[in-house]
């Protein structure tokens, strides 16, 4: 079983920039694969980015170069750097994991998806 811990959020404005974290625990087994997905009220959980073990990293298209996923594997810990903030990324960010490599289409669903953590609420003011 593991537990994933985000931390991060918080309210910034339009144009600004926020670094989210999550902890796995107690180890990363089973989180070779983790990623982040965000949610607004009524809306469905949508993908943003995931990242593997070896680095391979996938993006939502609507990413557009302004959110960075990275990890730090000695440290079971998995980031989003957020650039570029604008209203509509107002959401809860929830962490999750999976076992094995990322596949293509991580962020594409819920689908697959093992753990996911409580999740960290981000606020963007224009």
């Known amino acids: 079983q593991v537990r994933l811990v985000e931390s991060g959020g918080g309210s910034v404005q339009a144009g600004g920039s926020l670094r989210l974290s999550c902890v796995a625990s107690p180890d990363a087994t089973g989180s070779d694969c983790m990623g982040w997905f965000r949610q607004t009220p009524g809306q469905e959980r949508e993908g943003v980015a995931a990242?593997?073990?070896?680095?391979?990293?996938v993006y939502a298209d609507w990413v557009n170069g302004r959110f960075t996923a990275s990890r730090d594997n000695g440290k079971n810990t998995l980031y989003l750097a957020m650039n570029r903030l604008n209203a509509e990324d107002t959401a809860t960010y929830y962490c999750a994991a999976r076992p094995g490599r990322c596949p293509w289409n991580a962020v594409a669903t819920r689908s697959g998806w093992t753990y996911w953590g409580q999740g960290t609420q981000v606020t963007v003011s224009s």
């Open positions: 990242i593997d073990v070896v680095g391979y990293t």
